[in-house]
Each structure stands twice: as C-alpha cells, then as structure tokens.
C-alpha cells in the first residue's frame, strides 16, 4: 500500500533532519474544518482532529506532514464512515520571527472506509481512496523556542489542467483573465494546532 509508504519514508526524513544544525523538528495535534466539496451548498464544514509533524529545515522553509480522521455514523447506525487525509506540504515562511506567514503547497491522500453494520458487527466494509493537490496560506507564531500555535486555509483537489468544454460554455460571460491561469480546486479546509519543538 502506497500511503503507509510514502508517510513512513517521510517521517523518517523529518526526524533525519532533526539531526542537522538547522533543523527544528516537532510534533502535536491539530483541529480541522473541512468541506469535501465547495460547490455543494449544502455541505457544511465537518470537524476532524489529527496530529502534525513539522521541521523547520531553515529559518525559511519547513515541510509538514499531517494526519486527521472523523468518523460518523448514520442515524440508524447501519453505515459508518471514517475518513482520513493525510498530506504532506513544503511550507515557505515570508519572516524568521515569532510570527512568520507562510504558503504552503504538497500532495494529499485521501480514504473514506464504508462499514454497513448489523448491532456491533460490520458486515460489509469498503475503502474509497483519492489523490490531490493542495495549496493554501496561514501563520505561526512561536511562543518560545520549541511551542508554535499556526493556522492555515488550504485549498484542496486542485485542477491544474482545466475544463476546456465549461471555458467554452462560459465564454458569453467572460471569466476574469486572471482566472483563466489559477487553478481549480474542489475542496476547503480550515486548520488550527500547536506544535511542540525539540
């Protein structure tokens, strides 16, 4: 299975780091808000709670790799829905001091496990896994040299390639030009957490 990999290989370069002059690498917990799919008005924010590992490799940049989960059930209680994303971001901070903006860009991967059940037993059991793009904006302020409390705006599945078929439909309308060169995205997500460094 790819995830697991991709997230152990990437666990074990964040701690390599932790051993250079440079790097400050830490770990801690974190909330969520996300909406899986912005065009539906409907859907509202769901919540999640998850860990991160950041290291800041130099005052500059740092990489992130993070994990949520939610799961919920239907009111009957014969469905069960857990979902967990996990991503992995290069963050660029535009300061060196205890406040420090940053963007941030990586992968994500995304599994949503279906469970039909009958009382306590799980009968049926389905996985649905997703890649995508994410891209977002946030801030951490360092309180001390090894706490930092950072929130972030991501934007997620995003469409690098376009829709040819809807910018022809739209062309009556006249989509801004700058527009035209950002990139599509389906979801959002809000998060919050603090980070212990060491």
């Known amino acids: ?13 964040l701690l390599t780091m932790s051993g250079t002059a440079s790097a400050q690498v830490g770990i801690g917990g974190r909330i969520s808000f996300v909406r899986s799919d912005v ?21 500059r940049t740092g990489l992130e790799l993070s994990l949520d989960r ?44 279906f469970e039909t059940l009958v009382g306590d037993e799980t009968i049926l059991s389905e996985t649905v896994r997703e890649f995508g793009w994410h891209a977002g904006l946030g801030a951490e302020l360092k309180m001390g040299s090894h706490v930092g409390l950072h929130a972030d705006y991501r934007y997620t599945f995003l469409d690098f390639d376009g829709d040819d078929d809807d910018d022809d439909e739209d062309d009556d309308d006249g989509p ?12 959002s997500m809000w998060t919050a957490g603090l980070t212990f460094y060491f």
Do not use: H
């Not at 209680?77 to 903006?101: H, Y």
């Open 176 to 187: 801004p030009i700058i527009g035209r060169f950002l990139p599509a995205y389906r979801g």
């Open 70 to 113: 939610r799961t919920e059930t239907n009111e009957a209680e014969t469905l069960r829905i857990q979902s967990t994303p996990i991503q992995a971001s290069l963050m660029l901070f535009f300061s060196q001091g205890a406040f420090s903006p940053f963007v941030l860009g990586g992968a994500g991967w995304y599994a949503q496990k």
């Open 39 to 59: 065009d539906l008005v409907d859907e509202e924010s769901r919540r999640f709670f998850g860990g991160q590992i950041r290291a800041r490799m130099t005052p």
């Open 1 to 13: 299975m790819r995830v697991p990999l991709i997230c152990g290989v990437a666990s074990i370069l």
